[in-house]
C-alpha cells in the first residue's frame, strides 16, 4: 500500500497570505487528521476529519481549516498567514481513528516558512 | 486535559534501561497516560497506554504510581535505534485528537 502523502513538501509563503496544503491517506483509510509542529510548542492538534466530517478540533483559530473530500483526501487552508505560522505541518490517516491506540500513519509532512 | 511535565533531555547507554519520566499531577480519574515516540523526521508512533495498572509490551512497560500523579517508561535495553523524542500525553480514551502533544524528553542513546 502506498503511504500517506502530502503536498507540497515545502512552501514559502508572505505575511498575510493564505495557503493550502494536500495530504493523501493510505487506500482505505477514512479519518484524517493535521498537526503542527514547531520547536517550541511541540506537536499540536489541529483537527481530524471522518468521511467528509470535521469530527474533532485542536485549540486552534478559525484562520485555520480543512475539509475532506468524498474520496478521503483532505486539504488544510491557513487564511492570512502569521510568522508564527512557519512549521511543519503533519497529516496522519488511520482506518476509523477512534481510539488513541489506532494506529496512525503519518505522512512527510509540509515545511511551511511564513516570511 | 491534564498537563504533563518531562524532562527535556536525557542520555542513556545502549544496552540499558531507559526510564523515562513524567508527570501529571492534574490528572483525572477517567484519563489515561499514553506515551508516544518520533523518529527524527517521522510522524510519531504510538508506544503504550495505561490507566492505573503498570502495562508491558513488546516495546515497554509503564509504571504508573499509586496516586496517578506521574509515570515512568522504561526501554528495557535501549538500543540506538530508540533515539527520539518522547512524548507523554494524558486524555481521556478515544480523546487523543484533542492533545497537545508537548515537546517531550529527547532521548539520545550512546554507544
Known amino acids: 500500500k502506498a503511504g500517506v502523502t502530502q503536498t507540497p513538501r515545502y512552501l514559502i509563503k508572505t505575511r498575510g497570505q493564505q495557503v493550502t496544503l494536500s495530504c493523501s491517506p493510505i487506500?482505505?483509510?477514512?479519518?484524517v487528521s493535521w498537526y503542527q509542529q514547531t520547536p517550541g510548542q511541540g506537536l499540536q492538534f489541529l483537527f481530524e476529519y471522518f468521511s467528509e466530517t470535521q469530527r474533532n478540533k485542536g485549540n486552534f483559530p478559525g484562520r485555520f481549516s480543512g475539509r475532506q473530500f468524498s474520496n478521503s483526501r483532505s486539504e488544510m487552508n491557513v487564511s492570512t498567514l502569521e510568522l508564527g505560522d512557519s512549521a511543519l505541518y503533519l497529516c496522519?490517516?488511520?482506518?476509523?481513528?477512534?481510539?488513541?491506540?489506532?494506529?496512525?500513519?503519518f505522512g512527510p509532512g509540509t515545511r511551511l516558512t511564513v516570511l | 486535559d491534564a498537563k504533563t511535565t518531562q524532562p527535556t533531555s536525557m542520555d542513556c547507554a545502549e544496552g540499558r534501561a531507559a526510564n523515562l519520566p513524567c508527570n501529571h499531577s492534574t490528572i483525572s480519574g477517567n484519563e489515561y497516560v499514553y506515551w508516544y515516540r518520533q523518529i527524527h523526521s517521522q510522524g510519531p508512533q504510538y508506544i503504550i497506554h495505561?490507566?492505573?495498572n503498570n502495562e508491558t509490551n513488546e516495546m515497554a512497560s509503564l509504571i504508573i504510581t499509586e496516586d496517578r500523579k506521574s509515570s515512568t517508561l522504561i526501554l528495557p535495553h535501549a538500543t540506538l535505534r530508540d533515539t527520539a523524542v518522547y512524548y507523554c500525553?494524558?486524555?481521556?480514551?478515544?480523546?487523543?485528537?484533542?492533545?497537545?502533544f508537548g515537546t517531550g524528553t529527547k532521548l539520545q542513546v550512546i554507544p
Open positions: 500525553i494524558v486524555s481521556v480514551s478515544g480523546g487523543y485528537q484533542k492533545v497537545t
Open positions: 496522519a490517516s488511520s482506518s476509523q481513528g477512534q481510539s488513541f491506540t489506532d494506529t496512525q500513519y
Open positions: 495505561g490507566l492505573k
Open positions: 487506500s482505505g483509510h477514512r479519518s
